[in-house]
């Protein structure tokens, strides 16, 4: 997506970033060295390894307890309502749900604390939960 990778290297500095992906260790590590990406975030946790998918509550507490936060102090982002949103909110986390041409769009009774359209974005959602 584009300003991916800028944000990311704005957010780096600032905040304790982490990945949970739905997928295969030797698909997504790769991809996130290929697009640099990789060196930004701990921990990087991939469904695969663990043998069940997002919305498992599992793989978002392993995030929590690698990072050593509780739910209320993460902002989790996402482009899938169900599996990232849903997923999320059952912990606790504030959620950015960005809208893209990926991931299921509507999921009853899931509603985003906020959702941004394009992923420079994330920074307006990012002050919105700063100055609450």
Not at 37 to 58: A, H, T
Not at 78 to 100: E, P
Request: hydrophobic residues 40%.
């Amino acid at each position: 997506y584009p300003g991916v990778e800028h944000i990311i290297r704005q957010l780096h500095p600032k905040y304790h970033l982490a990945i949970i992906s739905d997928g295969q260790t030797a698909y997504a590590v790769p991809e996130l060295n290929a697009v640099g990406l990789s060196g930004y975030f701990d921990p990087i946790i991939v469904s695969g390894d663990f043998g069940y998918r997002k919305p498992d509550e599992r793989l978002f507490a392993a995030a929590l307890t690698a990072m050593k936060m509780e739910p209320s102090e993460v902002l989790y982002v996402g482009n899938d309502m169900y599996r990232d949103v849903y997923g999320a909110q059952k912990l606790g986390m504030k959620t950015v749900f960005f809208k893209s041409n990926q991931g299921t769009q509507e999921k009853e009774g899931v509603k985003p604390d906020y959702i941004i359209y394009n992923f420079p974005e994330l920074l307006n959602a990012i002050r919105f939960f700063e100055d609450r």
